[in-house]
């Protein structure tokens, strides 16, 4: 790891003051993938702003089926929240399949989404519930948020401080580990809300999350597995890479919808 | 450099080090704990697991300076005196180690894990809680049989208290 300077945020206003500083200064939430990438010199900021000391950054709200999951929560606490649970068991369980146990003590939402990795699981699950990510700045609808491989919408000073939602009726969420990295190598979050089915795919994705017309068209007549059977999806702009090619992945977002909607109906 | 002081198996520790610092390296080279060990270095293998204020996180992926004003429990931290902890003692009876290069990280894994699963723990449980924690000897099996066998123990051990509390 190159040499770098740490700070301590201890609110939104600190962190954005202290982020200026630097030359080349980044925000650290759980630093999951920060700090293996600094430690591999693949990423070499100046400065880093921690942000897991911002007590307002933590913690979930449930109220009825509106969701607020503060970008300081850990995937652990996403994960055994009771109440996340009790409305959407879903996202819960997605949290509770990231990493490790030892990942998912450190590593946060906020962190995950502002970090967009193609293949990281929550951006699948915010595009699928239509989720809202909030900022010191604004509010950002999910499909503007993910803009492409590991991009955002977020400007330089701009950090990611909620995740909020409206739990569907029913979800569900499926993923193929890598075998080796045992991130998505495709992953499947299905959402059946009031008036419509959202299907959204991660880890297949030449630019990153993305949903599924031909899914969510199926699955919008019959919310069930079998409503899949000869459901194909172009595999053009899916990756391939030596885990699997862009047809093997067309192929798994099928097989995954189904698995995701199984677990959905319970 | 950054002053970081924390409580390390409830003693009191304080030191200056590069912000770089990793805390394992804090822990190993500053402390002379080398219990803790460094694996893979690329956060996959947990040889480096301890615990920051009472949850298992990879030392390896986190700075000393981040740890700064936390507890921190090593593997060192776990026998009181000559008596082993009862997860120690579960895989020393169950041939949970070979070369023992993963114990340590195995066995604060398996600490925090039967923590967080006070109803119990079976095998389809254990075998996705140490997806974080590689070992390259045992091929798993007597891991699995330790901690299931150090869960019961632990679980007759807080319901023994419960009932002299009583």
Known sequence: MYSVTYHRASSVADAVKL?????????????????????????????????????????????????????????????????????????????????????????????????????????????????????????????????????????????????????????????????????????????????????????????????????????????????????????????????ASSDYRAALVVVMAKRAVAKANG | MSDVSLVVNGRKVSGTVEDRTLLVHFLRENLELTGTHVGCDTSQCGACVVHVDGKAVKSCTMLAVQASGSEVTTIEGLANGADLHPVQVAFKENHGLQCGFCTPGMIMTTVDMITRHPEGLDETTVRHELEGNICRCTGYHNIVKSVLAASKTMAKGSKGKAKKAA
């Open chain 1, 19 to 243: 982020v200026k500083k630097g030359e080349d200064a980044k925000f650290l939430s759980g630093g999951m993938t920060l700090l293996p990438a600094m430690k591999t010199r693949l990423a070499a900021p100046s400065d880093l702003v921690d942000l897991c000391h911002i007590a307002d950054m933590k913690g979930i709200k449930v109220s009825g089926k509106n969701v607020t999951i503060g970008a300081g929560t850990t995937h652990g606490e996403v994960a055994s929240n009771e109440k996340l649970k009790a409305v959407c068991a879903a996202f819960s369980d997605l949290a509770a399949h990231i990493g490790d146990p030892a990942v998912r003590h450190k590593g946060t939402i906020g962190g995950s989404i502002a970090n967009n990795d193609p293949a990281a699981d929550y951006p699948a699950a915010l595009i699928a519930l239509d989720a809202t990510v909030v900022t010191n700045k604004r509010e950002i609808a999910a499909a503007k948020f993910f803009t492409g491989l590991f991009e955002t919408a977020l400007k330089d000073d701009e950090i990611v401080t909620a995740v909020k939602f409206t739990a569907p009726a029913k979800a569900g969420y499926e993923k193929f580990r890598n075998p080796a990295s045992r991130y998505a190598m495709t992953g499947v979050f299905v959402a059946k809300g009031k008036d419509d089915v959202r299907v959204a795919v991660t880890g297949a994705g030449e630019d990153g999350v993305f949903r599924s017309k031909e899914i969510e068209a199926a699955l919008s007549k019959k919310f069930d597995a079998s409503a899949l059977e000869g459901v194909t999806v172009p595999a053009k702009n899916l990756m391939a890479d030596i885990h």
